[in-house]
């Protein structure tokens, strides 16, 4: 009798193993693939083999584990209802585990992400209903598909994808009724399937097999280099374009700008030689939004690359719009990007326009947060318990990791045999949440400080955009420190670069252009992070400009915007003027009373954590001032400081010129781009080839 029920503790640990590789590939699949294949326009961090063949092995001992320890009871079971013992011992415990580990998950959600608790009632419902078909024989029958652990395990990770993601649009009714009908199918495709199979022990043996080799290579495979074939024309400038896009840097925060700590040193000595400007704005509080502008001398209105309510991630600049480096290239540049953003700037968002090579790849990651519901979204959270996150956590490439790129693709063009000037794009994602600054930048600037998980960090900016907190000042001053010796690691990474360019002597004779994006909110006016508003915090950034041969500095205090970069490069190269372009020359003059606009478009993010606040803003600065107008008729004006960095001096005051400025400007039609059909990567009709 201890011979047999050794061997049926065998049998059964077997089952659990095969159960448990189940769970994990499905995880695998519908965590990664899934996400892949039905998000437009954005790219998930691929992981590390080594991660997913640890989270395998650790699902098949536990599968192991819990079917051995229930076999007796599993066993009773089967004598009165004829189901086979060892897969239902298997999958009821490996699914009563899943359940405990959902319920970790879902009872600290953040607000306003409460359709995961559907996965929880799912679970209930099917829990239950394995019960009573142990207590009765015919109704075992009629369910007899619940006895697989892939019907068990699609449906938990199906459910909350569809809630959360898919159906996010549809209303509260039309969710539960596709979720109930999809639930139902799954279950009669399961029932269908088993009754018909001859060894469905062999098949489910087979069928995690596959799932397996399809979730390594879903998880393992990233994203590649684009290379593209372009037209070529004749140059006769070698000045070099270096174009660097700081991610997220906001300018008060710069001791290049006056801020108190010196977190900038290597761009205060770059700015010795080059060009500051003192007030300059970003066209959107946005990643996608603000490089259009910048790329193609448009505000967000007039290129349509923004986000949108209805849709998870932003639409993708058009190829009708003739970006900067569209240009540089039709007129003989070598152009090249390397992107740390992968998601925004990647290929699919429209912004690789023009690059005959772009490096936006991926980090592998250990254990990134994919699925909702998964026990690598557990495992992610522990892990920001024990580790930092710069260990394990940081999707998009270091400063470091784009500089060791960098040095690859500036060796391949110094061997360059057509002799052509390089135009190199390069962003750094480094002072982006979650703020993972290395030693010793961290203990200077952050020291004793401890890292911020980001579920915490996401719960207080939904919690704050709805009103229902203030920002402590410990967790402020605790961002604030981290960000900081996130902008100084940035900066030595910057300096680097800029000592690689004079030791292959392209540093004189290049264009170098240091913007930033965006900028970044504390717990003002209830926001945090980006991507929230126009206020001052998202808007005002760098922009330092060192053109050829400029070896001293100057500052200059006329208003600029994101829309001046690319008609400022092009002057500087002797090249024509875009059109229709809503920007300036910077070096042409004073600007006088120009105003300039910047705008933020409310996402599906917005609509979901708090309906009232998801409305567009515009926002005119112009003079002493800034006006922000909202589309449900709110109107701020605020008084700026007249020199340096713009700050909040005053209460609002009377805006009616202001006004007057930012309706005229909303009433003009929007610009239109230059016509061409899509893939024509000719330039002819504007004047750069030849």
């Known amino acids: ?65 819990a079917a051995a320890s229930t076999t007796r009871w599993a066993l009773s079971i089967a004598r009165r209802v004829g189901t086979d013992p060892l897969a239902a011992s298997a999958s009821c415990a490996t699914f009563a585990a899943l359940l405990a580990v959902l319920w970790l998950q879902a009872r600290d959600l953040e607000p306003g992400r409460a359709e995961l608790r559907d996965t929880l009632v799912l679970s209930v419902v099917l829990l239950v209903t394995f019960a009573a078909a142990w207590t009765n024989a015919r109704f075992a029958r009629w369910l007899a598909g619940l006895a697989s652990p892939w019907t068990a395990f699609v449906l938990v990770f199906t459910v909350p994808w569809l809630t959360v993601d898919a159906l996010a649009a549809e ?74 896009s700081l991610d997220t840097v906001r300018s008060d925060h710069m001791s290049v700008y006056g801020y108190e700590r010196d977190t900038t040193p290597r761009l205060r000595e770059f700015a010795e030689g080059a060009t500051r400007f003192a007030r300059m704005y970003a066209a959107a509080d946005f990643t996608l939004p603000s490089h259009a502008s910048m790329f193609t001398g448009l505000y967000p209105r007039e290129h349509d690359a923004i986000p949108v309510k209805d849709r998870a991630h932003a639409l993708p600049l058009r190829r009708e719009h003739v970006t900067l480096f569209e240009r540089l290239q039709a007129a003989g540049w070598a152009t090249e990007g390397v992107v740390s953003n992968f998601g925004y700037l990647g290929p699919n968002h429209g912004l690789a326009q023009g690059f005959e090579r772009y490096d936006a790849r991926v980090r592998r990651l250990a254990f990134p947060k994919v699925a909702h519901c998964t026990t690598r979204r557990l495992l992610h959270e ?40 390089l135009a190199l794009f390069v962003n750094y994602m480094d002072a982006h949440m979650p703020y993972s600054p290395p030693e010793p930048w961290r203990s200077r600037f952050a020291a004793g400080v401890a890292s911020v998980r980001k579920w915490d960090y996401y719960t207080w900016r939904a919690r704050l955009y709805r009103g229902e907190m203030e920002l402590a000042d410990a967790q402020r001053d605790a961002l604030l420190a981290l960000y900081d010796a996130s902008i100084a690691y940035l900066d030595s990474q910057v300096g680097e670069l800029f000592d690689r360019l004079k030791r292959m002597g392209l540093y004189d004779q290049a264009l170098i252009v240091v913007v930033s994006d965006h900028g970044e909110e504390f717990g003002e006016r209830g926001n945090l992070e980006h991507g929230m508003s126009v206020q001052l915090g998202e808007l005002c950034v760098p922009l330092l400009v060192k053109l050829p041969g400029q070896k001293e500095g100057r500052v200059v205090e006329d208003l600029a915007s994101g829309v001046d970069v690319t008609p400022t490069v092009l002057a500087a190269l002797d090249l024509p003027r875009p ?41 005119a600065l112009w003079r002493e001032f800034q006006l922000i107008r909202r589309d449900d008729g709110q109107r701020e004006c605020w008084r700026l400081s007249p020199r340096g960095v713009p700050t909040l001096t005053t209460s609002p ?38």
């Not at 397996?212 to 006769?236: K, M, Y």
């Not at 954590?609 to 409305?615: G, K, L, N, W, Y």
């Open 382 to 421: 522990l892990l920001y318990e024990w580790l930092e996150p710069h260990e394990f956590d940081v999707m998009y490439r270091t400063a470091g990791e784009i500089d060791a790129a960098l040095e690859e693709r500036l060796t391949e063009h110094a061997v360059r045999p057509d002799g052509r000037p």
């Open 579 to 619: 059109e229709p372009c809503a920007g300036r020359d910077l070096f042409a003059g004073s600007s006088g009373d120009r105003p300039v606009f910047a705008e933020h478009y409310p996402s599906a993010w917005h609509v979901r954590h708090a309906p009232q606040r998801a409305v567009h803003e515009t926002a």
């Open 1 to 65: 009798m201890q011979a047999c029920t050794q061997v049926s503790r065998r049998s059964a640990a077997l089952v659990g193993v095969r159960v448990g590789l189940m769970y994990a590939a499905c995880e695998a699949m519908l965590g990664t693939w899934l996400a892949r294949a039905t998000t437009d326009g954005f790219e998930y961090a691929p992981q590390s083999a080594i991660s997913i063949a640890l989270h395998a092995l650790l699902c098949a001992a536990f599968g192991a584990l």
């Open 171 to 244: 209303s509260w009714m039309t969710r539960r009724a596709l979720v109930a009908a999809w639930v139902l199918l799954v279950l009669a495709v399961s029932t269908l399937l088993r009754a018909r199979l001859e060894s469905p022990a062999a098949t489910g043996w087979a069928a995690t097999s596959a799932a397996l080799v399809l979730a390594f290579g879903g998880c393992i495979f990233g994203t590649d280099v684009l290379e593209q074939s372009l037209p070529r024309a004749t140059v006769t400038s070698r000045t070099p374009v270096i174009f660097l």
């Open 653 to 690: 005051s009377d805006g009616s010129e202001v006004l007057r400025e930012l309706e005229g400007w909303t009433a003009q039609p929007r610009l239109r781009a230059e016509g061409r059909q899509r893939g024509n990567t000719s330039l002819e009709a504007l004047g750069y080839t030849q």
